[in-house]
């Protein structure tokens, strides 16, 4: 089992939005594929039992925490969630009639504002994202956030945790 740093921003849909997802729907959007073409990066590195330590990006300094999450096996909420994506611990959402209150958060930012919110993964031509449970927080609670200690640079926001190269440069 591995631990995980994940920060989301502001870019993608708002703060209750991304908890909403995290929390009542078990999920955390994230594509294997960038719209570039190339795989993602570290999105095939976090496996089945991971652990994820969420946090939101606010935009006004504040990067708050959803806390601990186990990456589950999409089979869990099969009503959700379709097949896993081949080489990763990624499920495919599934875009029937039964889930579109999901598909509908996943997509509404997006058709406001084309530069926003959540988009297929271009790929597989749907929504993917890892499958997750909060965990208790007298099991497991994340650290505080200190972006320099959790994560290498401010654009990544996927990282294993601990990294014990960072903060990196002369002043640690």
């Keep these: 089992m591995k631990e995980w740093i994940y920060k989301a921003t502001k ?18 959007c994230r594509s294997a594929v960038e719209r570039n073409g190339s795989q993602s990066d570290r999105v095939r590195e976090v496996d089945l039992g ?12 504040k990067v708050p925490s959803y806390g601990s999450f186990v990456v589950v096996h ?7 969630f379709g097949e896993r994506i081949e080489g990763t611990a990624l ?8 889930n579109s209150g999901m598909i509908r958060l996943l997509t509404e930012e997006h058709e406001k504002d084309p530069s926003r919110g959540y ?8 929504f993917t994202g890892w ?24 654009m990544t926001n996927l990282w294993p945790y601990p990294d014990p ?4 440069g002369q002043n640690r």
């Design 50 to 61: 991971d652990i994820i330590h969420f946090y939101y990006a606010r935009g006004d300094g």
């Design 74 to 80: 999409g089979g869990k909420y099969s009503k959700q």
């Design 91 to 98: 499920f495919r959402v599934s875009e029937d009639p039964e």
């Design 131 to 154: 499958v997750i449970d909060r965990l208790p927080s007298s099991e497991k609670q994340p650290p505080k956030f200190e972006q320099r200690k959790l994560l290498p640079g401010p």
């Design 119 to 126: 988009a297929r993964d271009p790929e597989h031509r749907c």
């Design 165 to 168: 190269e960072l903060p990196r």
């Design 11 to 28: 870019s993608k849909v708002g703060y209750y939005e991304t908890r909403h997802l995290a929390v009542a729907r078990h999920f955390l």
